[in-house]
């Protein structure tokens, strides 16, 4: 099994503010999903990256894909008290099966 | 939107005792996950079909969880005899590539 590790495990941060969770591992994966889920849900899929150096946007949300395909970064800017959930990153190397990690359980106060 | 259904969102019930949950996927999606998360943790695999076939279920305990998938279609996942350590929320998710889509979950108690 691949680990992925996420950084911070809890962020509390008031509306406005900017900031970054952090996935990584030392296993190489050939695509790495960024997931949210809220209490009680199940998790929906953000973004997918799959190529090296890779940046996507999402409105308010910048996902990377590190150049050696073993972490990534997620990026919110102005946080909104919508944006308060559990943020999920999860890899794959074959067999579609997803590895995830424990998650940021992020809190955005108004 | 097309989406994976599960059946109960909740359950409750006491150890020894056994207990199912059922999942349809997306229509014509064929691959079907089975995962359990534990509060405080990401999801972790139990077990893969692709088609009706078990493609991996390395990490399902097998002397008291079974998983089902007759058809090809949905599938039903149980647990005989429940133990308290088994409380947790079981999440299916089904894919037709590489895209894996979740269902809302059954959330176990056990007491």
């Known amino acids: 099994t691949q680990l992925l590790e996420q950084s911070p495990q809890f962020l509390s941060i008031q509306e406005g503010e900017n900031l970054t969770v952090y996935c990584n591992s030392s296993?190489?994966?050939?695509?790495l999903q960024w997931y949210r889920q809220e209490p009680g849900e199940g998790p929906v899929l953000l973004v997918t990256v799959v190529t090296g150096g890779e940046v996507k946007k999402l409105k308010r949300l910048t996902f990377q894909f590190g150049d050696a395909r073993k972490d990534s970064s997620l990026h919110i800017t102005a946080a909104q008290p919508g944006d308060t959930g559990l943020y999920l990153c999860a890899g794959t190397d074959s067999g579609y099966a997803l590895n995830f990690g424990k998650g940021t359980s992020l809190l955005v106060t108004p | 939107e097309a989406e994976v259904a599960q059946s109960p969102r909740y359950k409750i019930t006491e150890k020894s005792q056994a207990v199912a949950f059922w999942c349809d996927p997306i229509s014509g999606h064929a691959t079907l996950y089975w995962y359990r998360q534990i509060l405080g943790q990401g999801p972790e695999l139990l077990v893969q079909?692709?088609?009706?076939?078990?493609?991996?279920d390395s990490q399902l305990p097998k002397d008291r969880f079974s998983a089902e998938r007759l058809k090809g279609v949905d599938s039903t996942l149980k647990i005989q005899p429940a133990e308290l350590g088994d409380s947790a929320m079981y999440l299916c998710?089904?894919?037709?590539?590489?895209?894996?889509?979740f269902g809302p979950g059954t959330r176990l108690t056990v007491l």
């Open positions: 296993s190489v994966f050939s695509s």
């Open positions: 079909f692709q088609d009706e076939s078990v493609v991996d």
């Open positions: 998710a089904s894919s037709l590539h590489d895209e894996q889509f």
